[in-house]
């Protein structure tokens, strides 16, 4: 598996995501520019409604292609981590966070809509504040973390597995 730092996805996501930027690439921005080009040669681009949604589609549509463009250039894609305990992406973890416990897995939100069969499983990045705390560390151990709202919180990690379908 590859040692980028790039978001753990499984193959499904990968795949989904690449087919959402060729999409997006192709024929749906093409699609915007004809747009462009229609309401354009409707004369006054001040009071051109379409003109304006047609760009402002445009610039979205952008920056959702550049969002996908750099996460499957960096993503680690379907091979789950070693089953040895140390949270890293792709892993399965439960933990006792302030008291309460909860189960979620270490990678990308990209690959929450491909979490099917019932199971309601929360994604957390690895980048996020509490992924960063717990990323590297073990069962067993606990680790704490200062939370946006500038609270400490306390992450005590009781199990963790390779996820799997």
């Known amino acids: 598996m590859p040692t980028h730092e790039g978001a753990w996805l499984t193959q499904e996501a ?11 690439a192709g024929p749906y921005r093409q699609e915007i520019v004809d747009r462009i080009e229609q ?7 001040k009071e051109n409604g379409g003109y304006h949604a047609a760009r402002e589609e445009q610039g979205k549509n ?3 292609i550049q969002q996908l463009t750099q996460l499957l250039e960096n993503a680690q894609v379907g091979e789950a981590p ?8 792709g ?10 416990e909860m189960t979620f897995l270490m990678g990308s939100r990209e690959v929450a809509e491909d979490l099917t069969g019932g199971e309601d499983l929360e994604v957390f ?11 590297g560390h073990k069962v067993g151990e606990t680790v704490s973390y200062k939370a946006p709202n500038g609270k400490d919180i306390t992450v005590k990690i009781l199990k963790a597995k390779p996820f799997s379908r």
């Open 14 to 24: 990968y795949d989904r995501l690449k087919k959402e930027l060729d999409h997006l």
């Open 39 to 45: 309401a354009r040669s409707e004369g006054d681009l």
């Open 62 to 64: 952008e920056g959702r």
């Open 82 to 89: 070693a089953d040895d305990g140390v949270i890293e992406a």
């Open 91 to 100: 892993m399965v973890v439960t933990a006792e966070i302030a008291g309460d």
């Open 125 to 135: 990045s690895e980048r996020s504040p509490m992924g960063a705390a717990i990323n």
